[in-house]
């Protein structure tokens, strides 16, 4: 049910998403969920999530006076897995603690505690104030905002975040030389050696030839929870049982950090009106900045994990889910917890390790004459049941006795696994894979490499206009400033619309592209009037399909009364034939 206020037909972006994904719910827990990729998916997620968040744990810590700790980032990860698993139109999004929460956090902090404000009551409201933002940009198709969203953005933000990781790991390990020079540099070589081995695992998995498939698989799989389970007990061996490793803090079970202190009286739930009439009112700027990072962050997490190169099937949800992000941000103010969201690399890792991998037939033969046989993506194991078992082990770690185990973990561990994210995330990073093609060898360059047809000159000022973007980015979140970074997350978001106007037509399209597939793109692909569900092109329409980032732009979505069945059905096999015409050219 949607009505007009304003010139906006309100709900009408959820009423669609729930109309289109409310079919396949019973399947997602059922028949879809059936398939042994949900047990390795489950555990890689498990060990992805709770450590590095642990890890952000121990930076909101020290530089909060102890307000947040292990368990605070264990009940936000534990409240946005079950939330989103159970309720989400879109599943595969794993939803956490983030490196840029954490800095928002901790720098409210530093801005309102020297002024007398109790601190969990004013990150209530913000949390509150900004439910409402969340209510109100779902409730008017405010989402649609996304289908400008390309992959420039989400190169960058993916490059700032796999920074934040490699940044968060070098920490941790300065935090290790406090006693001991010997500890630190012990603390070193254990890092290093969970990166070497967790991300050999890593290349192994990742279109190898090594081993036989079983092996890689194996390995892909359980690689990374297997080394730091080792290394974990490898401090307990020989003479390194000796040095005083520093492990992972923990604290009582099922309770606050600050528990029982004048900063949290009350336990879990924050009395939130204690607190002056001005403080409320002053915390709306906060909200406005964290329903800023939060429309971006969480909204690029979903459409990478919804990427192009994953053949989903079933559509997307963005406004939807931004209304129930919303509601998880209001109940996360209330438990004085960090407020969840979408987790880069997190998300698209759990569909890259949902995905059925089959070995087809190359063109080309090897020396031997031997038909080689390429890896490709046949489907995704598309369902809630991971997402949902990932936060039952969540919740399960807040326990006593996992609390000790968890406890006896090496942080050092954990900055190796930082690295191991922070690199893997880098590996498929659009802007990495433009200064690795500007580092090769021309001669040694494949013809069909896609860059070959864009000018060098456009090439270096395309990653030079991403990287001033990320270095924009990084240098304001090492400052004072850093609580208003989300406005230059917008910044570079809506300078990407000016693109166009800067690169040819034919050279963006190389360089730039849609983030996510048609079918996970029609959700906000709507006109601001008229039904989504009704918004498409028929084979008979004299309209073009949008076809580059360029077209993207400059559509304005002016027919209306074809299915998107129908153009992801017979429009298809045109759309693709003229692709490949002109990759040809």
Known sequence: MSFTIFGIQAFRGMRNDIEKRLPYYLADWTVDAWNYRIIPATIYMYFANVLPAIAFALDMFSKTHSSYGVNEVLLASVLGSLLFSVFAGQPLCIVGVTGPITVFNYTVYEIITPRGTPYFAFMAWICLWSMVMHIAIAISNGVNGLRY??????????????????????????????????????????ALLVLIFGYMCHLVGDNSSLFRRPVRQFLADYGTPLVVIFFTGFIHIGKLRNYDIETLPTGRAFHPTASGTPARPYGWFIHFWQISVGDVFLAIPFAVLLTILFYFDHNVSSLICQGKEFPLKKPGAFHWDFFLLGLST????????????GLIPQAPFHTMSLCVITHRNDDDDDDDGRVVRQPAIENVIEQRVSNFA????????????LLIVLGLVPQAVLAGLFWIMGLTALQGNGVVLKLYYLCKDRALTATSEPLRRVRLGSIYLFVAIELVAFGCTFAITQTIAAVGFPAILLLFAAFATLLPRIFDH?????????????????????????????????????????????????WDWQENGISVEQRCGTQETVYKSRRRVSRSD
Not at 160 to 188: H, M, N, P
Not at 390 to 401: A, Q, R, V
Request: with cysteine.
């Open 149 to 190: 969203v390309t992959r420039f953005s989400c190169d960058i933000f993916g490059f700032y975040v796999a920074f934040i990781y490699l940044q968060k790991g070098i920490q941790v390990l300065t935090r290790q030389f406090g006693q001991s020079d010997t500890e630190g540099f012990i603390s070193i070589m254990l």
């Open 506 to 554: 034919d050279e963006l399209n190389v360089l730039d592209e849609p983030t996510a597939s048609e079918v996970t793109m029609a959700s906000v692909m709507a006109q601001q009037q008229g039904d989504s569900s009704n918004v498409g092109l028929s084979s008979s329409s004299s309209v073009t399909r949008p076809e580059s980032v360029v077209e993207l732009r400059q």
């Open 330 to 341: 209001g109940i996360a103010g209330i438990l004085g917890i960090p407020a969840p969201n």
């Open 390 to 401: 990932h936060g039952l082990l969540i919740l399960g770690t807040m326990s006593g006795p």
